[in-house]
């Protein structure tokens, strides 16, 4: 079988999961073949949106998204190579926290992170059960690449599965290996691929953004999907390692 005559790159931005390092590096490499989009997440499945993006971008190489939702794409005689980083749920939190109470914007997140400490902000946000935030998001996120009447958990952990077997699923904790998991799986295409340690939009730890043991109990409880999850995607890369 020929080789695909094209491969993309395509990086599922999960919101405070080291992406917008992950984007800078790929701007570095790519130049202005790295191009950015968001989607209407309300409509369920993005997945054509998303290919016609690619379709329509010919000369782009690099594709990143937050919003990103439904199935990959499937293009003839194109290799769309996803990649996806995974953060354990706690410090995710914490970190959408401080950004959201440092963001110069008007959205609701940032004004309830101004108006709030990191306890009165992850209460708001659990009281709303359509608000996935703080409960669960990885697992939501990861879910939608295999939807069908399963359990979220279970999709999600799919989902892993898939974005690891046919492109790179990485951890923010492990995000070296993450990108060199990336360079040696689009070596050939792209063999100038090269990065060195960025940190992107980060943000710095305030006393209103600790985590006492009451409020870790309530998180760990809310987000028992995105612990499992995180164990899972362990467990996935420990075997590619011990296969390598």
């Not at 690619?54 to 005689?77: E, M, Q, W």
């Not at 959201?100 to 400490?117: I, Y």
């Not at 952990?157 to 923010?172: E, R």
Request: proline share 5%; with cysteine.
């Amino acid at each position: 079988m020929s080789p695909p005559s094209r491969t993309v790159i395509l990086h599922c931005h999960l919101f405070k999961n080291a992406g917008s390092s992950l984007d800078h590096i790929l701007k570095q490499n790519f130049g202005d073949r790295w191009v950015t989009r968001e989607f209407d997440m309300g409509q369920g499945s993005n997945t054509d949106q998303v290919e016609d993006w690619i379709l329509t971008s010919p000369k782009a190489v690099a594709f990143s998204s937050h919003t990103v939702t439904g199935p990959l794409p499937v293009i003839p005689d194109t290799e769309i190579v996803p990649i996806l980083l995974l953060r354990e749920p706690l410090s995710r939190i914490s970190s959408a926290y401080r950004f959201e109470r440092n963001q110069q914007a008007d959205t609701f997140g940032a004004k309830l992170a101004k108006e709030n400490d990191l306890a009165g902000y992850v209460s708001s946000r659990l009281a709303n059960p359509q608000d996935r935030q703080c409960q669960n998001f990885q697992s939501w996120r990861l879910a939608m690449f295999c939807p069908g009447p399963e359990a979220e958990l279970q999709r999600a952990k799919a989902g892993a599965a898939v974005i690891n077997d046919v492109g790179v699923l990485g951890l923010v904790e492990a995000f070296d290996q993450a990108l060199m998991a990336l360079q040696r799986r689009v070596e050939d295409v792209f063999p100038d691929f090269a990065w060195q340690q960025v940190r992107a939009n980060t943000t710095t730890k305030s006393p209103e953004s600790r985590l006492d043991q009451s409020l870790r109990q309530k998180l760990e409880n809310a987000n028992a999907d995105d612990l499992s999850l995180l164990r899972h995607a362990q467990k996935l890369l420990c075997a590619d390692q011990l296969s390598d």
